[in-house]
């Protein structure tokens, strides 16, 4: 796929998946937290390279790292809700869409609205959601 961001040359989908295969073939059965939160960096550099291009610069990448692991956190607590759904079911569903309008706007603060859309895609950017089947929530 080639990109006008000016990055060089993307990732194809095809390659992408290659890498994303390899890189969770090479992982133990019981990875230990920091193979797992090297891998989390890995696969976002793989994104990465796949939506923005592969010489997208390295300050941007630490950026966007950041923000991911903030998110993480977040996402645990969503997870924790998740596992009590029967009581949260309905704070689940709008936390949910929250994190993911809160992912786009913390990659907002890195990325410029072309880029966002390079990497989220044109809707997701403007109305940011996450699949959320209500009847499996409850």
Same mark, same amino acid.
């Given at each position: 796929?080639?990109?006008?961001?000016?990055?060089?040359?993307?990732?194809?989908?095809?390659?992408?998946?290659?890498?994303? /295969? &390899?890189?969770?073939?090479?992982? !133990? !059965?019981?990875?230990?937290? *920091?193979?797992?939160?090297? =891998?989390?960096?890995? *696969?976002?550099?793989? &994104? /990465?390279?796949?939506? #923005?291009?592969?010489? @997208?610069?390295?300050?941007?990448?630490?950026?966007?790292?950041? /923000?991911?692991?903030?998110?993480?956190?977040?996402?645990?607590?969503?997870? +924790?809700?998740?596992?009590?759904?029967?009581? @949260?079911?309905?704070?689940? &569903?709008?936390? &949910?869409?929250?994190?993911?309008?809160?992912?786009?706007?913390?990659?907002? =603060?890195? #990325?410029?609205?072309?880029?966002?859309?390079? @990497? +989220?895609?044109?809707?997701? =950017?403007?109305?940011?959601?996450? !699949? /959320?089947?209500? *009847?499996?929530?409850?």
């Amino acid at each position: 796929m080639n990109n006008d961001l000016g990055y060089g040359p993307c990732l194809s989908a095809d390659e992408y998946e290659k890498k994303i /295969i &390899a890189l969770h073939s090479d992982l !133990p !059965p019981s990875p230990s937290r *920091e193979q797992e939160r090297q =891998t989390r960096r890995l *696969e976002l550099e793989l &994104a /990465i390279d796949s939506r #923005l291009g592969v010489d @997208f610069p390295g300050s941007k990448r630490d950026a966007l790292w950041k /923000i991911q692991q903030k998110v993480e956190k977040k996402r645990g607590r969503l997870l +924790f809700k998740y596992l009590l759904r029967k009581i @949260f079911s309905k704070s689940l &569903a709008r936390d &949910a869409q929250s994190l993911a309008g809160y992912l786009v706007q913390e990659y907002s =603060t890195v #990325l410029n609205q072309k880029e966002l859309e390079s @990497f +989220f895609g044109q809707e997701e =950017t403007r109305n940011p959601s996450l !699949p /959320i089947d209500m *009847e499996n929530l409850k």
